[in-house]
């Protein structure tokens, strides 16, 4: 269990739990948000998780001695994502839903070489895997930190990188009108300009988008609600949202013991 506010000497609420993740879920089941900024479940390491983590890893290496004056070959990145892969993720991993073993790998190394083809010559690194914390809201009642991690920031660009199984370009559209990741980010850094790679199974996909400080006062105003809603800590379960993909067994730890425990097959 952890505790995701607190009150400070002037008896104000201190939320620390706010990441674009966390408000991310709350969209999805207020139930499985609560679980989540709590802690109530120790997460799984699942293998498509495990994935992304080597193929950020690898690219992060790259980055780091591009940064330093030396140009990774692909080679380099396939060996570096083979390593962060076999020795240090695929051992961790609790449960196999998305990939087979055999053909995990193959899939993790094409998809850095396509990062490093694609998307590494262009990439001028400043920071890389840059944590940040900076104050969303305060006032008379509350000071809301907002926290994260940026795979790579710019001097002009922030970048965040996906190795999903589809090409997530394709819904570029709801990207422009309510991602809230890249609202964050840009807020955080000061920067507004941001890009996601997408190294799906067919090659790379891109979404460039601007935001402004009309989107960060609507973050605002959204993580405010929900901050809200936490300080009066309602009992559990908190409003369920099962009309999604969200809803199962594969991607909710929760399930078991909540719509599962009460339609079978659902």
């Not at 509350?142 to 819904?171: Q, S």
Request: glycine share 6%; hydrophobic share 35%; net charge negative.
């Amino acid at each position: 269990m952890q505790y995701p506010l607190h009150k400070d000497s002037d008896g104000r609420w201190v939320h620390t739990w706010v990441r674009q993740s966390s408000v991310k879920t709350s969209d999805m089941c207020m139930e499985r948000f609560r679980n989540d900024i709590y802690g109530v479940h120790d997460e799984v390491q699942k293998d498509a998780a495990a994935l992304g983590t080597a193929c950020h890893a690898a690219a992060e290496d790259a980055l780091y001695a591009k940064r330093n004056g030396t140009e990774f070959k692909h080679q380099d990145v396939i060996d570096a994502f083979r390593y962060h892969w076999h020795e240090v993720e695929e051992p961790a991993i609790q449960e196999w839903s998305s990939y087979t073993p055999e053909k995990a790998a193959d899939a993790g190394a094409e998809r850095i070489g396509f990062w490093w083809s694609d998307v590494y010559p262009e990439l001028q690194p400043k920071l890389i895997e840059h944590t940040f914390s900076k104050v969303l809201i305060e006032d008379d009642e509350r000071v809301v930190h907002l926290t994260g991690t940026i795979d790579l920031v710019e001097d002009g660009r922030l970048w965040d990188w996906k190795f999903p199984k589809r090409d997530y370009a394709k819904d570029a559209w709801q990207y422009q009108r309510w991602d809230i990741q890249s609202i964050a980010y840009c807020y955080a850094m000061d920067i507004p300009d941001f890009s996601y790679a997408i190294m799906h199974p067919k090659g790379v996909g891109r979404i460039d988008l601007v935001r402004d400080e009309s989107h960060f006062d609507w973050l605002s105003q959204k993580v405010l609600a929900l901050c809200r809603y936490v300080e009066n800590a309602p009992a559990a379960p908190w409003v369920l949202g099962d009309n999604g993909w969200w809803c199962s067994e594969k991607w909710c730890p929760s399930w078991t013991q909540c719509k599962g425990s009460h339609i079978k097959g659902a």
